[in-house]
């Protein structure tokens, strides 16, 4: 099956069996829903949380769940990481110098974040890492991506600060 951007495998089962991809290529469904199509869950590869449909209920029941992260999102919600206020100009800026220069490094009272981008235009690859300078903690990630999209790029950068405050 394919949808815009991605092609997808398409297998049958018990909901048991979407936990079956998890290891070792640690790859979840995408995409996954009972035969009733009462919900549905979408995990997207390059974000960092998924996204449940489903009747008010069952949402109000996960919002309310304390063992989860959840927050309610309205179909014409951005899916952009939002940037407080105050780091919104730096991250504005780090964005633009990695388009220009290819490589950025930004400095938080948290740790450090690097980026690098590599080619240009819808087949670019962004690489990020971060180090936490208290405490410890560190990550890297590589996606493709449109290099020319501002925006994405931003939201990347903003979601390696969010790793900053989990790490």
């Known amino acids: 099956?394919?949808?815009?951007?991605?092609?997808?495998?398409?297998?049958?089962?018990?909901?048991?069996?979407?936990?079956?991809?998890?290891e070792p290529s640690f790859q979840t469904p995408n995409l996954w829903w009972p035969s009733d199509h009462s919900w549905c869950v979408?995990?997207?590869?390059?974000?960092?949380?998924?996204?449940?449909?489903?009747?008010?209920?069952l949402i109000q029941d996960l919002l309310?769940?304390?063992?989860?992260?959840?927050?309610?999102?309205?179909?014409?919600?951005?899916?952009?990481f939002h940037l407080a206020a105050a780091d919104a100009p730096m991250f504005r800026e780090a964005t633009e110098t990695l388009q220009r220069d290819g490589t950025v490094s930004v400095s938080t009272t948290l740790g450090e974040i690097q980026a690098t981008l590599t080619g240009r235009g819808p087949r670019s690859t962004l690489a990020i890492s971060?180090?936490?300078?208290?405490?410890?903690?560190?990550g890297r990630s590589t996606t493709t991506l449109d290099g020319s999209d501002a925006d994405l790029i931003g939201a990347f950068l903003g979601m390696a600060l969010e790793n900053l405050l989990r790490s």
Request: aromatic share 10%; proline share 5%.
């Open 1 to 22: 099956m394919e949808l815009p951007g991605r092609r997808y495998r398409l297998y049958e089962g018990p909901i048991e069996g979407a936990l079956a991809f998890s």
């Open 64 to 80: 309310h769940d304390r063992t989860l992260e959840a927050v309610p999102v309205e179909t014409n919600d951005s899916c952009a």
């Open 130 to 138: 971060w180090n936490r300078v208290y405490g410890g903690g560190s």
């Open 42 to 57: 979408a995990s997207e590869i390059d974000l960092n949380w998924s996204y449940v449909g489903g009747a008010t209920g």
